[in-house]
């Protein structure tokens, strides 16, 4: 049985229904236990649970270094491509927004990551639209080969495959799968997106199980928080991490914490997540999955980020460019203008295309980036917090 069958009757709806009802001695009760369920998750996220933040982020740091050490995981986006064919409501590369978009090519693809390798990173994903002619499953495969004898960790964070599809991937080099759900509402996962294959909500929640039948070794996966409450994205996204530890239990799982942020299109949030609720969350995933990595990106700000590192934080990614050639400006003479998904010439000259300060390519970003710093700073930020930043943790020949 996939997910989507234990998704659908997932008692969602009663454990959000009873949350603002939750009282402190229900906490409490939840907090004594020393292995939690579903419905303690529900408890800990709950309002009256962000009275016990202190208690909460006690327990969590404990677990966090009782199980993983003082050490932080560092990881670089590497965008291939912003052409995609779906339109996502909050999504800055969608197929219907007048951006300036470009495919790298296998040598500007090498350019970008000798970049990040010199900074340091050995773990990269590479993040690419959804667009099966400019991102063609041999595009991808001839990616991961030109990278995987100088990257250890290559993960993937492209549109969903076949299993059949994904093993030539795995056989080049690639050894994670990263994938948002975005929304696990399904009226607003119908809403957002609105054109596409992406449309489909149950491929894309069978996407982890997919990806692990064809041997990837991390899975990675989230809602987007912003679109649906965020009590019901964790709570579902809970239970799609339960059933992923049970059912693919040879993967090593990650969960991200990620919100909206702006983008091109300059969608807004449906809903609101404060700091403080996603400090609470990050405790309550953490109380409920001791072993699982937490992911935090560089949408959220350098002092929050700070604040969250100790809390359960063991994956970050640092000094991020969310644009195609956003690290060395490979691929930028390349740029051209789409309109509803067809490619227009560009008008000479027209300023609001003109080289920017501080950007080394034109091409249109996913979403802005809150944490600027440089991946140095980020690892020294991680040392003087008294944790160890980890570049590398994995080596092929550990497979051998
Ligand atoms: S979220 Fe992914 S699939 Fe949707 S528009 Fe953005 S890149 Fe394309």
């Given at each position: 049985?996939?997910?989507?069958?234990?998704?659908?009757?997932?008692?969602?709806?009663?454990?959000?229904?009873?949350?603002?009802?939750?009282?402190?001695?229900?906490?409490?009760?939840?907090?004594?236990?020393?292995?939690?369920?579903?419905?303690?998750?529900?408890?800990?996220?709950?309002?009256?649970?962000?009275?016990?933040?202190?208690?909460?982020?006690?327990?969590?740091?404990?677990?966090?270094?009782?199980?993983?050490?003082?050490?932080?995981?560092?990881?670089?986006?590497?965008?291939?491509?912003?052409?995609?064919?779906?339109?996502?409501?909050?999504?800055?590369?969608?197929?219907?927004?007048?951006?300036?978009?470009?495919?790298?090519?296998?040598?500007?693809?090498?350019?970008?990551?000798?970049?990040?390798?010199?900074?340091?990173?050995?773990?990269?994903?590479?993040?690419?639209?959804?667009?099966?002619?400019?991102?063609s499953?041999?595009?991808?495969?001839?990616?991961?080969?030109?990278l995987?004898?100088?990257?250890?960790?290559?993960?993937?964070?492209?549109?969903?495959?076949?299993?059949?599809?994904?093993?030539?991937?795995?056989?080049?080099?690639?050894?994670?799968?990263?994938?948002?759900?975005?929304?696990?509402?399904?009226?607003?996962?119908?809403?957002?997106?609105?054109?596409?294959?992406?449309?489909?909500?149950?491929?894309?929640?069978?996407?982890?199980?997919?990806?692990?039948?064809?041997?990837?070794?991390?899975?990675?996966?989230?809602?987007?928080?912003?679109?649906a409450?965020?009590?019901?994205?964790?709570?579902?996204?809970?239970?799609?991490?339960?059933?992923?530890?049970?059912?693919?239990?040879?993967?090593?799982?990650?969960?991200?914490?990620?919100?909206?942020?702006?983008?091109?299109?300059?969608?807004?949030?449906?809903t609101?997540?404060?700091?403080?609720?996603?400090?609470q969350?990050?405790?309550?995933?953490?109380?409920?999955?001791?072993?699982?990595?937490?992911?935090?990106?560089?949408?959220e700000?350098?002092?929050?980020?700070?604040?969250?590192?100790?809390?359960?934080?063991?994956?970050?990614?640092?000094?991020?460019?969310?644009?195609?050639?956003?690290?060395?400006?490979?691929?930028?003479?390349?740029?051209?203008?789409?309109?509803?998904?067809?490619?227009?010439?560009?008008?000479?000259?027209?300023?609001?295309?003109?080289?920017?300060?501080n950007?080394v390519?034109?091409?249109?970003?996913?979403?802005?980036?809150?944490?600027?710093?440089?991946?140095?700073?980020?690892?020294?930020?991680?040392?003087?917090l008294?944790?160890?930043?980890?570049?590398?943790?994995?080596?092929a020949?550990?497979?051998?």
């Open positions: 049985m996939s997910f989507v069958a234990e998704f659908n009757s997932l008692p969602v709806q009663t454990l959000l229904r009873r949350s603002p009802d939750i009282t402190a001695d229900a906490v409490r009760r939840s907090l004594a236990k020393s292995k939690s369920s579903l419905t303690d998750f529900a408890h800990l996220i709950s309002p009256a649970a962000s009275e016990f933040l202190e208690i909460l982020s006690q327990r969590s740091r404990q677990l966090t270094q009782q199980r993983f050490g003082r050490v932080i995981r560092l990881f670089a986006p590497l965008y291939l491509s912003n052409e995609c064919v779906n339109n996502c409501l909050y999504c800055g590369f969608s197929r219907d927004n007048p951006i300036l978009r470009v495919t790298l090519s296998l040598d500007e693809v090498k350019q970008e990551a000798d970049a990040l390798r010199e900074q340091g990173f050995r773990n990269i994903l590479l993040v690419a639209g959804e667009h099966p002619k400019f991102v499953n041999d595009y991808l495969r001839d990616c991961i080969a030109a995987h004898p100088d990257w250890p960790g290559i993960s993937l964070e492209v549109g969903p495959l076949e299993t059949a599809d994904y093993r030539p991937l795995v056989t080049a080099g690639a050894d994670g799968l990263v994938v948002y759900q975005e929304t696990y509402d399904r009226g607003v996962y119908a809403e957002m997106h609105t054109a596409g294959p992406k449309r489909n909500f149950d491929w894309r929640l069978e996407t982890p199980e997919r990806a692990y039948a064809a041997g990837f070794r991390r899975l990675g996966i989230s809602p987007l928080y912003g679109l409450d965020w009590r019901y994205e964790a709570i579902c996204a809970a239970a799609h991490a339960d059933y992923l530890l049970r059912n693919c239990w040879k993967a090593a799982l990650t969960i991200s914490l990620a919100r909206l942020r702006p983008c091109a299109g300059e969608f807004q949030p449906l609101r997540m404060s700091d403080r609720d996603l400090a969350l990050v405790c309550a995933f953490r109380i409920l999955f001791p072993d699982v990595g937490l992911v935090l990106s560089t949408r700000s350098p002092g929050l980020r700070d604040v969250l590192i100790p809390l359960g934080i063991t994956l970050m990614s640092a000094g991020s460019h969310t644009e195609p050639g956003g690290y060395t400006g490979a691929g930028r003479e390349k740029l051209h203008q789409t309109v509803r998904g067809r490619i227009v010439e560009l008008a000479s000259g027209a300023s609001e295309w003109a080289p920017q300060p950007r390519t034109n091409a249109t970003g996913q979403f802005e980036i809150a944490d600027e710093r440089s991946a140095g700073e980020v690892a020294d930020l991680i040392r003087r008294g944790y160890e930043p980890v570049w590398k943790d994995w080596d020949a550990l497979t051998a």
